[in-house]
């Protein structure tokens, strides 16, 4: 069963989905996306997202949107016009996509040589959220591989954009993969110091105290936003460093935060099975099961 989509104004069925190949999202990947999960028919931290897709759409000039009260009123329709497909999913979230729409030509017929002004284009769709795979990360984690594949330079875009342009995140999985079928490769900077992977923040444990790379190094990830609140309520220490690689391979916990899944662990980095118990990502994981119980 099909889920319907929004696409231009137009409610069609998600399989239907389509873009002229002149569109940038396909020309140059100038795609914006942001991805909300759904807790108990509620969108989880839609304010946090929203401001974070306003400032992907302004950096790539992404105009004539609607406003982040009109994303949720479609948002809202979007849930109602799939209330069936909805009541058989365990879990599912919304993607949010836009790009700057296709330039429209004057007709070669009148020999107008004249352009107007491209349409965005604006996408809403539902995602099921494969929760096996979820709860078999939070149960048993996820291995992590340290990859030489570096993360774009902020000179090129800046890093707190969510976009489609997501080369790098494919080639750090795929080395990852050589390593292990089921592992998420970590992306580092210039400097060698580590960043994040192509679906989590990666924090890491030492002494009680909880570190995560540097806010200009990574996407601001919601989910982490969140689990730095969770800190302070817990008195666990949150700080910010550049981590190199050998530090995150000596880590006595890795944490990674994610929205499918929230938050769950690093079964192991490299070669190295990370030690169990793991007692910081637990009080966290109680913490999160918590609030978004809640929600």
């Known amino acids: 069963?099909?889920?319907?989509?929004?696409?231009?104004?137009?409610?069609?069925?998600?399989?239907?989905?389509?873009?002229?190949?002149?569109?940038?999202?396909?020309?140059?990947?100038?795609?914006?996306?942001?991805?909300?999960?759904?807790?108990?028919g509620q969108l989880w931290q839609p304010e946090l997202h929203l401001q974070r897709w306003q400032r992907?759409?302004?950096?790539?000039?992404i105009s004539g949107l609607p406003s982040a009260a009109g994303l949720q009123q479609l948002i809202s329709e979007l849930m109602d016009r799939n209330?069936?497909?909805?009541?058989?999913?365990?879990?599912?979230?919304?993607?949010?996509?836009?790009?700057?729409?296709?330039?429209?030509?004057?007709?070669?017929?009148?020999?107008?040589?004249?352009?107007?002004?491209?349409?965005?284009?604006?996408?809403?769709?539902?995602?099921?959220?494969?929760?096996?795979?979820?709860q078999q990360r939070?149960?048993?984690?996820?291995?992590?591989?340290?990859?030489?594949?570096?993360?774009?330079?902020s000179a090129s875009w800046d890093r707190r954009l969510k976009v489609r342009s997501r080369?790098?995140?494919?080639?750090?999985?795929?080395?990852?993969?050589?390593?292990?079928?089921?592992?998420?490769?970590?992306?580092?900077?210039?400097?060698?110091?580590?960043?994040?992977?192509?679906?989590?923040?990666v924090l890491l444990v030492q002494q009680g105290s909880v570190f995560s790379p540097q806010p200009d190094q990574i996407l601001p990830g919601?989910?982490?936003?969140?689990?730095?609140?969770l800190c302070a309520?817990?008195?666990?220490?949150?700080?910010?460093?550049?981590?190199?690689?050998?530090?995150l391979r000596e880590a006595d916990e890795v944490i990674l935060t994610g929205t499918s899944c929230g938050v769950w662990f690093a079964s192991q980095v490299d070669d190295r099975m990370m030690p169990s118990p793991r007692p910081v990502y637990t009080q966290l994981r109680q913490a999160w099961d918590r609030i978004t119980s809640a929600s």
Request: glycine residues 6%; aromatic residues 6%.
């Open 138 to 153: 939070i149960e048993h984690g996820m291995p992590l591989v340290i990859t030489d594949v570096q993360q774009p330079p």
């Open 1 to 40: 069963m099909s889920a319907l989509a929004f696409l231009n104004g137009d409610w069609i069925p998600d399989d239907q989905l389509a873009l002229p190949l002149s569109d940038p999202a396909f020309t140059h990947g100038v795609c914006a996306v942001e991805r909300m999960r759904v807790y108990h």
């Open 167 to 201: 080369l790098h995140y494919y080639l750090a999985d795929q080395q990852a993969h050589q390593v292990h079928p089921l592992a998420s490769g970590v992306l580092v900077d210039h400097d060698g110091t580590v960043t994040e992977t192509a679906i989590a923040n």
């Open 83 to 134: 209330e069936s497909w909805i009541a058989n999913q365990a879990s599912f979230g919304v993607v949010l996509l836009a790009s700057p729409g296709s330039l429209m030509t004057g007709s070669l017929m009148t020999g107008a040589d004249t352009q107007t002004a491209p349409q965005p284009t604006l996408i809403l769709h539902l995602y099921c959220i494969d929760q096996g795979a979820m």
């Open 233 to 247: 309520e817990l008195q666990l220490p949150f700080l910010t460093r550049r981590l190199n690689t050998q530090r």
């Open 56 to 61: 992907t759409i302004d950096a790539l000039k």
């Open 222 to 229: 919601v989910s982490l936003q969140v689990v730095q609140r």
